[in-house]
């Protein structure tokens, strides 16, 4: 009677944990052990190692790109980071790829005071925002960070470690979809570790 008793009681707690989990509606990016929902632009390095995802400067030096084989419109995506070397990548959001060429925005990763989690628009604006210079210092280089992106509508927020570092509304994004993507900056000399990639769709801003 015990072990009936346990074994009811263990199915109701895991119905519960995966009723939550449904309920919380989000989707891990990266497994942990593959590049299963990705595809790979460029010659540069992505690969797993010890449950990590690897970004790596190629022979090539140039730039790379990790693209999601889904589009995502309105979204929270949670990713924790750590650089070394160089360390200059960026997340991209609502982007297009063909080749190396990629159409988008680029919220940055990037060395100290080099405006990470700013806004860049690549093959069009360039800088749309950029962190006040004091939030610079929110960014802990060669250890873990945590980064959450927004973007609902034209709506646009970025934190690091829990604090914020922008928040705008730009039309031409509100207009946009497509693709999440990670980046390798071109130049050679870059690494850096992604983990624990998890994405929340988002209803239409109204």
Not at 27 to 56: C, H, M, P, R
Not at 81 to 103: L, T, Y
Not at 171 to 197: C, F, P, S, T
Request: charged share 25%; net charge negative; aromatic share 12%.
């Amino acid at each position: 009677m015990r072990l009936q008793v346990l074994r009811t009681g263990l199915l109701s707690c895991f119905a519960a944990l995966m009723l939550t989990a449904c309920n919380s509606g989000k989707t891990e990016l990266f497994n942990g052990k593959d590049l299963t929902g990705w595809e790979i632009y460029g010659t540069e390095k992505w690969y797993v190692e010890d449950g990590l995802l690897v970004s790596e400067s190629g022979p090539d030096k140039k730039y790379g790109y990790l693209g999601t084989d889904k589009s995502y419109k309105n979204f929270e995506l949670d990713v924790e980071f750590m650089q070394e070397a160089d360390g200059n990548s960026g997340v991209f959001f609502r982007s297009g790829i063909e080749g190396i060429k990629i159409s988008g925005w680029q919220v940055e990763v990037a060395p100290p005071d080099l405006h990470t989690g700013g806004v860049y628009e690549s093959y069009g604006r360039g800088w749309l925002i950029k962190p006040e210079p004091e939030k610079e210092k929110n960014l802990k280089y060669g250890e873990w960070n945590h980064m959450k992106i927004r973007v609902q509508g034209d709506h646009v927020t970025t934190w690091l470690n829990g604090q914020e570092m922008i928040d705008f509304k730009d039309a031409k994004i509100g207009e946009a979809d497509g693709k999440i993507a990670l980046q390798i900056h071109d130049g050679g000399g870059i690494k850096v570790y992604w983990r624990n990639i998890v994405l929340k769709e988002l209803p239409q801003a109204e």
